[in-house]
C-alpha cells in the first residue's frame, strides 16, 4: 500500500553559510539525550559545517524536556522543538526537525548514540566535492558498557566511492540506516521524501528505500560518522531492539515488504531483488538465531508469518543469497511448524555450523530424509574455507581449561582435503585484543554409529591465567571469544566459531599460581558458540558469591 506523501517546504533561503542542520530525537532520555547534542554541538566550527542542532522532544515524562531547554539557553545554535502527544514511533519527529531546518544539508541523531568528532565535516566535504545529494560514512554498533565495536556493514564503506545511480550499485539497499548519511535538504524536498508518520517500527527501511528510488549520486567515505549504542542490560530496549515481542517481526516484515513496493513502483527491480536478498542473508538469519529462546506460542506465530512472506519470494531470490539463509528460508517454507529448532539456529549463527545428521537423497545432500526437496545445493562446490563446518567444544568437568574438540566432517569434503592440526584463538570481547594461541594435532576418529560420518579429535588445554592482566585483580568476569583455525594436508584451511556442549559449562574455581584462584565459566552465546568468562583472585570470587546470596 503506497502512503501519501506531505511534501516538505522549501525553507528559508540557504546562504553557503548553512551548512549542516542535526536534527536530533528524544523520548524519555534525559540521561544520554544532552550527549548527543553535545556531539553534534561538536561538529566543526560554529557557522561553518553545523549551522544549528534541532531537538526534538516527543513528549517525553522524564525531564528530558527540562534537560534539552536548559541546554539551549547556553547554546544558541540549539534550538528545542517540544512535541504535545507521543508520536509513537521515530518517524514524525524526524519529520518535525526537517521541515523546521534551515540547513542546506540535514543529518539524524538518536538521544542514546553520538556522532564521533568530525563526522559531519567529512560527510560535508564529500557531498561537495561530488556534487552528491547523500553521502554515506561507517557506522559502528558499540555493545555497553564492554565498549565492543562492531562494524555496520563494513564492505560498503572499505575506501570511497562514487554511486551515480542506485541501480547500479544494489549493495547499497544492504544500508537501510538513515543516521549515518548526510542529505541534501533540497533533494528530499524536491521528491517529497519523509519517514513514515506514526507508530512504525523499522521507518528508516522506508526512507532509505524512498531515497534510493529517487536514485540519487550517492558518495560512500571509510570514515567512522556514527556510534550506534547498543545497551542490551538497558531496562527498557530501544524500538528496534525489542525482539521478544512477535510483533517486532511483524513490524519488520511491513517496513521491508514497503521497501520493495517502492523500488517496483519505481520500476528498479534490481533494488527489489537487491532488497529481498538483503532479507534472507540479515533479516530472517538473526530472527532464526535467535528463536530458540522464545516460547513456543511465539516460534509457532513467528513461523507462520515467516512462512506466508516468503512465499512471495521468487526463486531467483532465494538463489542469490547465502547459501546458509536460503537453507534456513527452504526449511522453513517446507514445514508448516517449527522443526529442527537447535539445527536451525547454529546454521544461522556467523560464521554458520551445519549439525549432523547429514542426510542425502538420490545423491543429493538434503536437511533431513523427510524433507528430501530442501536440497544444501552448493556443498559440493563451496571452497573449504566457506563450508558450515561443525566443531564440537566440550569443557573438562575436572581438568583445568582442558577441551575436547570434534570437527565433523560434511559430506566428505574435509575427508578429501584431511585435516591435521588446530589453533584455538581467543579473543577479548571488548577490545578484540589476542590472547594466546593454542595448537593441537587432530586425530581421525572412527564413525560412532551406523549412518554417522568421520570426525577428527583433539583436546587442547588453555592457559586461562594468561587471560588476566597481571595486575587484574578484584575485577568482573572478562568475556573472551574462541576461533578455531582449521590446517589440512592438502594446503586448504578454514576458521570456525566452537560449538559448546557437554555438562562443562558451569562456573568454577581453579586454583592459579600466578593468581591464587581462576574464576572461570564456560558458557553458550545466543547462537550457540563457545566462549568464556575469567576473572582473578579471591575478591572476584567474594564479590560474585556476595552478589548471588543477594538475589
Known sequence: MKEALEPLPAGPTITPSAQVSIVV?????????????????????PGETV???????????????????????????????????NSGGCGTPRNDGLRAATGRFVMFLDSDDVLPPGAARALLAAALEHDAPVAAGACVRRELPAHRDIPWQPALYREPAVHDSAETSPQLVRDTLCVNKLYA?????????????????????????????????????????????VRRSAAKQSISLDRNDVANWQARIAAHRASVQIFKDAGLKALAHAANTKFLDHDLRMYVRELHTRGADY????????????????????????????????VVLASPAPRDLDRLTQLAARPGRLLPPYAEA??????????PDVELDAIGTKPT??????????????????????????????AASEPQSIDIELYRRRDEQ????????????????????????????????ALVEPDGQGGDPEPWDL?????????????????????????????????????????????GALSLRVASGVRSVWRIAARRLRR
Open 51 to 85: 549551522t544549528e542542532v534541532i531537538a526534538v522532544n516527543d513528549a517525553s515524562t522524564d525531564g528530558t524536556g527540562a534537560a534539552l531547554d536548559a541546554l539551549a539557553r547556553d547554546e544558541p545554535r540549539l534550538r528545542v522543538l517540544h512535541r504535545e502527544r
Open 385 to 414: 574455507h566457506r563450508l558450515p563446518v561443525t566443531i564440537d567444544a566440550e569443557p573438562s568437568v575436572t581438568g583445568r581449561g582442558v577441551l575436547r574438540l570434534r570437527i565433523h566432517d560434511l559430506y566428505g569434503r574435509l
Open 434 to 465: 589476542r590472547g594466546p594461541v593454542h595448537t593441537a594435532s587432530l586425530t581421525r576418529a572412527a564413525p560412532t554409529a551406523p549412518g554417522s560420518t568421520a570426525s577428527w579429535t583433539a583436546e587442547v588445554a588453555l592457559d586461562l591465567a
Open 299 to 330: 516460534r509457532a506465530e513467528w513461523w507462520s508469518l515467516a512462512r506466508d512472506y516468503l512465499a512471495n519470494f521468487d526463486e531467483v531470490d532465494l538463489r542469490a543469497a547465502r547459501a546458509p539463509a536460503r537453507w534456513l528460508a527452504r
Open 185 to 229: 535538504r533540497a533533494f528530499l524536498a524536491e521528491h517529497a521524501i519523509t519517514f513514515p508518520e506514526g507508530r512504525f517500527t523499522y521507518e528508516d527501511f522506508v526512507f532509505t528505500a524512498r531515497v534510493l528510488a529517487a536514485d540519487p549520486r550517492i558518495v560512500t567515505i571509510p570514515d567512522s560518522v556514527y556510534i550506534w549504542h
Open 362 to 371: 538420490d545423491g543429493r545432500p538434503v536437511w533431513s530424509p523427510d524433507l
Open 25 to 45: 530525537i528524544a523520548f524519555n532520555d534525559a540521561g544520554h539525550v544532552c550527549d548527543a547534542v553535545r556531539s553534534a554541538l561538536a561538529q566543526g566550527n
Open 483 to 527: 576461533m578455531a583455525q582449521v590446517s589440512c594436508a592438502n594446503g586448504a584451511g578454514f576458521r570456525a566459531s566452537l560449538r559448546a556442549q557437554g555438562p562443562g559449562l558451569r562456573r568454577r574455581v581453579l586454583p592459579s599460581r600466578r593468581h591464587l584462584v581462576l574464576l572461570v565459566q564456560p558458557y553458550a552465546t545466543t547462537g
